[in-house]
Each structure stands twice: as C-alpha cells, then as structure tokens.
C-alpha cells in the first residue's frame, strides 16, 4: 500500500511540475498547437489520482478491505484518466459534445478543462458515453465489457 501511495504522489507532484513548466517555458514551437490537449489530459489524470486517493483512505481507513490485487489498478488508473482527457478533448474540439450553449465566453478554456477532470474522474462513465456517441452517430456495437457491465445492472 505505501508504494502504491508513493506511486499516486509522485505522479501528483509530476503534474505539477508539468503545468509549471508549460508555464514557465511552454511547448516547442512544433508542438504549441497541442497544449489545450495536453492541458486536458494533465487535469484527467489529476481527477484519475484524486479518485485513487480517495479510493485508498476509504479502502485503508474506513472500510479496511484493502486487497493487494486491486494494486494494479491504482497504477494504471492515473494513466487511462490521461487518455481520456485526451479523448475528451477530441471530441470536444470535434464538436460531438457541446458544452451548455450559455456558456462564459470569458471562460477561455475552462470548459475543456473541467470535462477533462470528469473524464479522468469517472473513467467507467465517460468511456460508457463515449461508446454511445459512437453508437448513434456511427452504429458502433459497444464493448464486450460496456455489454457486461449493462447485464450486470439489469441483474441488480
């Protein structure tokens, strides 16, 4: 468990240092298109490492089931909250999410940025939405696991 704590912190204290240096010294000038993306996908994966967080303290502390085969998934969370904040960002740069149509015009890219965080939050719902985005616009079947986890529900 301490490792996997250390794990989640350093990669904290990585994305620090990463929004510091886009600040401090930006992106080259080849690759300056593609901050807002890496932008969404830093703030992702810092939702991603707040859910594990927050997964460990209630696992550890609170309900004291602490299992060591769900370690895997504490580190490989942060890095699938990264993806879908790059994702998020695609789709919101494609328009096939649109954020409230009253929007801020003043907020400059705030919105990308919080439905980045979600993204990375709640990995299982975004890819869900995902999935139905693809589904009514291009009739791509959703995943075995999006299947599995419908059948689940209903069994509920």
Known sequence: MKLVITYLVVMLALIALSFLGLEQFGLPESLASSELALRCALISMLGGILYCLRSVYLNRCVHDRWTKSWEIWYYLRPITSFICGIVAYIFL?????VLDASQNTDAGNFGYY??????GLNVDKFVAKIEEIGKSLFGIEKTRNAKLSDDNKEDK
């Open 114 to 119: 919080a439905f980045a965080f979600f993204a």
């Open 93 to 97: 740069k494609a328009g096939l999410v």
